[in-house]
């Protein structure tokens, strides 16, 4: 097939199903490592921080809730996730997660 008519052919399918629901039927995995996503948990692990006190921050407002949403999960662009990383940082410089603290 020529890229013209795959092109034409895959905005069908877009147009037709939307883009969430193509997404939804490939395997997660593969779509995950394409888009290069990552988890909630990957990002509370890049902090240093325990996933529960990860998600309390997001529900308390200091850390944005993710925007992508796979089957059941929540993802971050990888641009997102080092750009929490980074303001996270710079603003909780004498923030020492519970690991270590010792506690």
């Not at 325990?50 to 997001?58: A, L």
């Not at 796979?70 to 004498?94: G, P, S």
Request: charge should be positive.
């Amino acid at each position: 097939m020529k890229p013209k008519h795959n092109d034409r052919q895959l905005r069908q399918l877009i147009a037709h199903f939307g883009v969430e629901k193509l997404i939804a039927a490939l395997p997660q995995d593969e779509v995950r490592k394409a888009l290069d996503l990552v988890s909630t948990q990957e990002v509370a692990q890049m902090l240093g921080m325990n996933y529960n006190t990860f998600h309390w921050h997001m529900a308390e407002g200091h850390i944005p809730f993710p925007q992508i949403r796979l089957v059941r999960r929540a993802y971050f662009m990888r641009n997102e996730a080092d750009a929490i990383v980074r303001d996270w940082t710079q603003k909780n410089r004498c923030w020492r997660s519970p690991a270590e603290s010792g506690k």
